[in-house]
């Protein structure tokens, strides 16, 4: 397997993030989704999800030498289930839970806010997408761009970690039904 860090799964809700987390920890790599405390980029080889997303930069600094994968899928599929994801949080009035910090952070650094909503997420996953390819354009290749609902899987993630091919399915997990 190539030599790295950490690896850090930098995709936002609903890209694939559960089933790239599965795939990690299939090919041996200890990782975390959706972590909920900084103590987790430290104790986990890898970490994915939006609480990652969001401070990409960061951990880059923090971790040198770590390796970067963006899920990624089609806008239009994308909207309307990161929509449905987050409908049952609309219009809350619920006092945040002060335990979250890292994922309530999270969701204001990614969508703007506390409990966003359809408005919220077209720019969202715009200036994300935009920030994730100017912050990777010159560090070689250390990004994998990675989208399971266009059809990568195995290959595309083993050549990149130069890893050999599991001989078992691609998972892919948590997936929204039409």
């Not at 599965?22 to 999800?49: C, Q, V, Y």
Request: contains cysteine; charged residues 20%.
């Amino acid at each position: 397997m190539r030599e790295f860090n950490k690896v850090f799964g930098i995709g936002i809700s609903r890209t694939g993030t559960t089933s790239l987390t599965e795939a990690l920890k299939l090919l041996g790599i200890p990782t975390i989704h959706w972590s909920n405390s900084m103590a987790d980029f430290n104790r986990f080889r890898g970490a994915t999800d939006v609480t990652v997303a969001c401070r990409f930069k960061e951990l880059d600094l923090i971790f040198p030498n770590s390796l970067f994968i963006y899920t990624e899928r089609n806008f239009e599929t994308w909207l309307k289930s990161v929509v449905a994801h987050y409908l049952p949080f609309a219009n809350s009035t619920a006092i945040p839970d002060p335990t979250q910090a890292i994922r309530l952070e999270a969701d204001i650094r990614i969508y703007g806010k506390l409990n966003p909503m359809a408005p919220d997420f077209p720019e969202a996953y715009r200036r994300h997408h935009e920030l994730v390819m100017n912050y990777f354009q010159n560090k070689g290749d250390r990004l994998l761009r990675l989208n399971m609902e266009g059809g990568d899987g195995w290959q595309k993630l083993c050549s990149f970690l130069q890893a050999p091919v599991p001989a078992t399915a691609f998972p892919h997990l948590n997936m929204r039904r039409a």
